[in-house]
């Protein structure tokens, strides 16, 4: 059974930092594109950032390049998300994601920023940040 748990959510001030980490179980990690993704209140779910399955393509949405680094580790089957200079606009859910469906080689940003491109799905650990 796959499994995605994401931890190191929790209530930071405006500037702050906060360190995601998602570890996966049930799949061939390496074999994965995995996303970060983000849903607050009320709001459709959006793309924050994804890595390819060597580590060596990312992409971000542009409202958190310069301050969010997506990373990932191949032999622990983790994704992390470091956040920094985080604003009140950063709070939300955020959700880490697997995807199969990304063709192998790909450049393509929409392919990668695409919720419908991905399998599996975490539940999520919650962001706030406080003005």
């Known amino acids: 059974q796959v499994q995605l748990a994401e931890s190191g959510g929790g209530l930071v001030q405006a500037g702050g930092s906060l360190r995601l980490s998602c570890v996966t179980s049930?799949?061939?990690?390496?074999?994965?594109?995995m996303g970060w993704f983000r849903q607050a209140p009320g709001k459709e779910r959006l793309f924050v950032a994804s890595?390819?399955?060597?580590?060596?393509?990312?992409y971000y949405d542009d409202s958190v390049k310069g301050r969010f680094t997506i990373s990932r580790d191949n032999a622990k089957n983790t994704v992390n998300l470091q956040m920094n200079s985080l604003k009140p606009a950063d709070t939300a859910v955020y959700h880490c994601?697997?995807?199969?469906?990304?063709?192998?080689?790909?450049?393509?940003?929409?392919?990668?920023?695409?919720?419908?491109?991905?399998?599996?799905w975490g539940q999520g650990t919650q962001v706030t940040v406080s003005s």
């Open positions: 890595i390819s399955r060597g580590g060596t393509i990312t």
């Open positions: 049930g799949l061939s990690f390496s074999m994965y594109v």
């Open positions: 994601a697997a995807s199969t469906r990304v063709p192998l080689g790909s450049r393509s940003s929409q392919d990668y920023s695409t919720p419908s491109q991905y399998d599996h």
